[in-house]
């Protein structure tokens, strides 16, 4: 096996047994973005000497047996967490000069592990999208079909991860920008609790909804990750003082005990592509045949999930985005010579068509007279998805369902049908407006060989469950075992 | 139509982005179908339904007021388009 095509969990074995070394391990995955990334488009930015610095000094911790499971491991960043002296332009041209003073709290947490940041990640612009199309700088590709799009915002993330050109990346996801592209790339990617890993120094885009993940070629590999970044952080007042688990130390003790939702509401969703549901059903059956003990919830409030989180989501970015006003940090345009002006002209020349079609409709949906009847009731609608989850959850351990109607569409397809994109969000958002954890585990291909994958969500700090349920399943499938030929 | 173009300029001007005189149109249009659909949600009765801000219950999180390590004001300043004895520079107001 090729040394980029190594798991984490295979990688940090041979590290700590010295059969590898981390300077080594990165020139292999810098060679192979130089060799396949011209044909994805996955990074924005490559720090090949960064990365090598970072090699050798996880080379000398490694030496003295000062390590921990990432110590070594080459990671993709999605390019709207801070990294301290390291671009970061959340995909969008209003920051496409932005250098960080400071480290997010989940880049300090993996630098003291000792993992090695290889670049930046591309992105919908301000994560604003389910394609990655919606970019300032590029498109993305997916690796199992260069006509397709990886799914999005983090597309570039699991991207990269897929074509192997790092070992593990940081997402985020604030409607299912981690579990939608992973279904389509066929990686493993899960979107923790919300307030379980710090948002210090992530761009934010709906604060009530974001939160950072991890993505990997398995399930361990995102338990390996979640253990670095997980944990109460005094810089952010909305992550949770909660005891964290070992997340690696997934359990192994079968499914026999475990009692898993199915919800109705989500088959009988229009758009739900024949494919994807043989594909679910078959992993249900899979989950079954290890233990499990299927039953019907019935989440009654999912047909208004959508529409409840782009009233929500769009709100919150409207008031989040007036910061970038040409006059801290980020774009200016310097041909006017009055303020008014320069905020209007640096924030239309600066923001993608998305991000203003955002921006104009939560200002609407925010705006004196239209307050309550949108926001308010969105927020209502909010309690109501929310509750359906804690009574389904009073009878089951965690709800599986698929993650995305469809597998990955071409390039193209809903770059002005902006309805059409969100609708593709329907099974993954409730999680962010309950927020509760997800997982998407890949469970099966289309008969034209696209990845196809199956979402857990389950109880807010339970993500120990998901992993457990994740791993046994991708014990049971064969899926892992087929690579996108690049 | 469900937003007017009169309407997006509004919202535009609060919002400070400058939409071109070609593009109101389609985005009265494309705002106008979603907001038909963000309709829907007037289906559901919430009387009496308490509103979520937030999905978990956190009440404010205090520390003591302590004095702790800073960026440099330089470093605060490094990203500026336009900066000038350690203070942003922005064009005229009055």
């Known amino acids: 096996m090729k040394l980029h095509e190594l798991t984490i969990d295979q990688a940090s074995r041979l590290l700590k047994n010295k059969e590898i070394g981390s300077v080594e391990l ?52 999605k390019d709207l967490i801070c990294t301290q002296g390291l671009r970061t332009t959340c995909g969008s041209k209003i920051l496409e000069n932005f250098i960080p003073p400071y480290d997010a709290t989940v880049i300090s947490r993996l630098k003291k592990a000792g993992a090695v940041i290889v670049g930046k990640l591309n992105m919908d612009e301000f994560a604003m999208g389910s394609t990655t199309e919606h ?48 279904s389509h790339c066929g990686v493993v990617g899960i979107k923790p609790t919300y307030g379980r890993v710090s948002r210090f120094g992530l761009v934010a885009f709906a604060s009530s909804l974001d939160q950072i993940g991890p993505l990997g070629k398995t399930v361990a590999d995102c338990a390996i990750i979640l253990d670095a970044i997980a944990g109460h952080d005094p810089k952010d007042s909305t992550s949770v003082p909660e005891p964290v688990p070992t997340f ?37 059956k899979t989950i079954e045949s290890l233990g499990a003990r299927c039953i019907d919830v019935p989440l009654p409030h999912t047909d ?81 998805i929310k509750n359906d989850f804690q009574s389904a959850f009073a009878s089951c351990d965690a709800i599986v369902s698929p993650v995305a109607p469809t597998p990955a569409y071409p390039i193209g397809k809903t770059l002005d049908d902006p ?29 034209d060989g696209l990845p196809i994958g199956l979402q857990i969500m389950g109880r ?16 049971a499938s064969n899926v892992k075992e087929k690579r996108p030929s690049l | 139509m469900k937003i007017s173009q009169k309407e997006v300029l509004h919202v535009a001007q609060l919002a400070r982005l400058d939409i071109a005189e070609g593009d109101v149109d389609r985005l009265a249009d494309q705002i106008g179908t979603i907001l ?54 922005v064009p005229k107001i009055l």
């Open chain 1, 248 to 284: 690696a130390a997934i359990a192994d003790d079968g499914l026999a005990d475990v009692v898993v939702g199915i919800p109705k509401a989500y088959s009988a969703a229009q758009g739900l592509d024949p494919q994807v549901g043989a594909a679910v059903d078959r992993a249900v």
């Open chain 1, 304 to 384: 208004h999930a959508v529409a409840a989180y782009y009233v929500i989501a769009p709100s919150e970015a409207s008031s989040n985005l007036a910061r970038y006003d040409g006059v801290k940090y980020g774009f200016r345009d310097k041909s006017q010579a009055d303020l008014l002006q320069m905020y209007r002209s640096t924030r239309s020349q600066g923001f993608g068509p998305e991000v203003q079609r955002r921006i104009i409709l939560g200002t609407y949906a925010l705006s004196a007279g239209y307050y309550d009847a949108y926001y308010g009731k969105a927020s209502q609608i909010r309690t109501l």
């Open chain 1, 419 to 447: 309805l059409t994109m969100y609708l593709s969000d329907i099974y993954t958002l409730s999680a962010n407006l309950a927020g509760i954890p997800g997982i998407s585990v890949p469970c099966g291909f289309s008969d």
């Open chain 1, 460 to 475: 807010h700090f339970n993500e120990p469950m998901l992993f457990k349920i994740a791993r046994q399943f991708e014990k």
């Open chain 1, 26 to 77: 990165t020139r292999a995955v810098l060679d192979r973005i130089e060799a396949v990334d011209g044909k994805i488009g996955a990074f924005l930015t490559v720090d090949a000497d960064g990365a090598m610095a970072q090699a050798e000094a996880a080379d000398h911790r490694l030496a003295k047996g000062d390590t921990v499971p990432l110590t070594g491991i080459p990671l993709g960043i």
């Open chain 2, 36 to 89: 038909d659909y963000v309709d829907t949600l007037n289906q559901v009765d919430t009387t009496g339904v308490p509103a979520t801000s937030h999905a978990i219950t956190l009440t404010n999180a205090f520390r003591e007021d302590q004095a702790q390590d800073h960026l440099d004001p330089q470093d605060s300043l490094a990203n500026a388009p336009e900066k000038e004895d350690g203070a942003f520079v």
């Open chain 1, 135 to 182: 970019s300032g700088f590029q498109t993305t590709r997916n690796p199992w079909n260069l006509d397709r799009i990886p799914g999005g915002s983090s597309g570039g993330s699991a991207a990269a991860v897929a074509a192997d050109m790092c070992l593990g990346a940081l997402g985020s996801d604030t409607g299912g920008s981690i579990r939608q592209p992973a």
